[in-house]
């Protein structure tokens, strides 16, 4: 008779696992469409580096270069200018003239944020950073400056 | 006009029926793997055209193009014939299968099977075992270690769930009284024998599931164990062939279920019009085909020995049990 239990059992599993399975099959994908649909994101995200403005359109860099002394891997690189009293380019003494970021280098660590007095440089969330050639990634100033628009949604932290 | 019904009549429905079937195996194969995907939480392929409808098409263009090779410490002849003997009898099954009633085509009547065959049960069996030699040829002659266990693996499976399956079969040849298939889907059973036969189908399609080779039973091709069993030195078209065979057969075995258990073409309204015969039968091909999926999508691989004890053990005697009550049956009632 245990034979006959031991079938009965096995059938009962048999079962639930089938139960287990069509379950998933009638609870919606959990795949993001990634190209077309966006990827959410945490706050706090650290992709590539921006240069941030005031909002009179002054640039918040003054080109203290505390980043590039606190960059780990040494990815940034900061000239400094000073600034023309007739047209400031940053409301400080200095600005600056050359400001190259490295991607190759960089490790996304978010010293550089830390570092900054003016917040300036910080690590947004745009992440697709692929290009054809390597000097793409090798990031001027004007490329920091420029608003990014990312492909992602910002979820609740 | 004898030549006609002889040769014509045969060989156009031979040819729709392959190129259906082809046709057919290329969308089972996007079927499976949205289905299967489906059921991990995936949408399985989307990419190519509306709904990945394009990736069957991909897949046979890469497939085609690929280099044909043949590896030098293969017996060659053999090697080719392999997936050849493996394919011909996965399309020959169908000549048997009922797809409908007799229409009426330009001014003939035509009945939908390419032949009605009075043994029809018997050329199925026989014609699925020879299936056997496709794939134990091709593990031979690629000479080979994993080809050659995933092919004895395969033909010791075969062996011995065919017994269970010829036994089932026996007993419903005894309520039905007749081998052919077409007579099977067409005479009508007293409801007890209907029950009684629907009470063989998870039996049944256990064996099934190992005469073609599917998961839980897919020991010919253990990826973890055997790379890819008999396939392991196949590539190209030689390969893609396997696997068409491979899919065939599930095809023709779903196909073959569906006749004996669940009355072929059969459905409302086909009484008026015959031509949803092929589309019922279709219908309910693709539902055995979605239980072949669901099958593999919830069970785990059965090990080698666990495989031989279940028919053994189990499967075996319970079959003989079922044949010797209908036996019982069929003389009382």
Redesign the interface.
């Known amino acids: 008779m245990s034979r006959v239990g031991g079938?009965l059992r096995g059938i009962d599993w048999?079962a639930r696992?089938?139960i287990?399975?069509?379950k998933?099959?009638v609870?919606p994908?959990?795949?993001v469409?990634y190209p077309e649909q966006p990827i959410a994101v945490y706050p706090r995200f650290r992709a590539r580096h921006e240069l941030r403005r005031y909002e009179n359109g002054l640039e918040r860099c003054i080109g203290c270069c505390l980043c590039e002394a606190a960059c780990p891997t040494g990815a940034i690189h900061v000239e400094a200018a000073e600034n023309d009293p007739e047209r400031p380019v940053s409301p400080g003494e200095r600005y600056a003239s050359v400001y190259e970021v490295n991607l190759m280098r960089c490790v996304f660590c978010g010293d550089c944020e830390t570092a900054c007095p003016v917040e300036a440089v910080v690590l947004g969330h745009e992440f697709e950073l692929a290009v054809y050639h390597r000097d793409g990634f090798l990031l001027t100033k004007e490329e920091l400056l420029k608003p990014t628009h990312p492909n992602v949604i910002v979820r609740a932290e | 006009m004898d030549w006609i019904n002889l040769i014509i009549v045969p060989g156009v429905k031979a040819l729709v029926l392959v190129v259906v079937l082809l046709t057919g195996f290329a969308y089972l194969t996007l079927f499976e793997r949205k289905v299967l995907g489906r059921f991990q939480l995936r949408y399985g392929p989307n990419r190519a055209w509306r709904f990945g409808l394009g990736h069957p098409i991909a897949d046979a263009l890469k497939m085609v193009f690929k280099e044909e090779i043949i590896p030098g410490h293969v017996d060659k002849i053999i090697y080719v014939l392999g997936p050849v003997l493996a394919i011909v009898p996965a399309l020959a099954i169908f000549a048997v299968v009922p797809i409908g009633p007799a229409i009426n085509l330009f001014g003939y009547q035509v009945p939908l099977v390419l032949a009605d065959v009075n043994v029809g049960l018997l050329y199925v069996l026989a014609i699925a075992s020879l299936g056997t030699y496709g794939v134990i040829l091709g593990g031979w002659a690629s000479n080979n270690k994993y080809s050659l266990l995933g092919a004895l693996r395969s033909s010791s499976q075969m062996l011995a769930y065919e017994l269970p399956m010829g036994i089932l079969l026996i007993s419903i040849l005894l309520m039905t009284g007749t081998l052919s298939l077409v007579r099977i889907v067409e005479q009508p059973l007293p409801w007890y024998f209907r029950v009684w036969i629907i009470a063989a189908f998870p039996l049944f399609f256990t064996t099934v599931l190992a005469e073609t080779g599917r998961s839980p039973f897919d020991l010919p091709e253990t990826e973890n164990e055997l790379v890819a069993g008999y396939q392991t030195e196949y590539g190209g078209i030689k390969f893609a062939l396997y696997y068409m065979a491979e899919y065939l057969h599930m095809i023709a075995a779903s196909a073959i279920v569906v006749t004996l258990f669940f009355g072929g073409w059969h459905g409302p309204f086909v009484d008026q019009l015959p031509i949803l015969g092929p589309v019922y039968l279709a219908l309910k091909i693709v539902c055995m085909i979605f239980l072949f999926v669901w099958v593999r999508a919830s069970l785990p691989r059965v090990r080698y020995d666990q495989l031989l004890k279940f028919c053994w053990t189990f499967l075996f005697p319970v079959s003989l049990i079922y044949l010797a009550i209908t036996a019982v049956a069929v003389v009382l009632l």
Do not use: E, G
């Open positions: 079938v048999i696992s089938f287990v399975t069509l998933a099959f609870t994908p959990v795949t469409q």
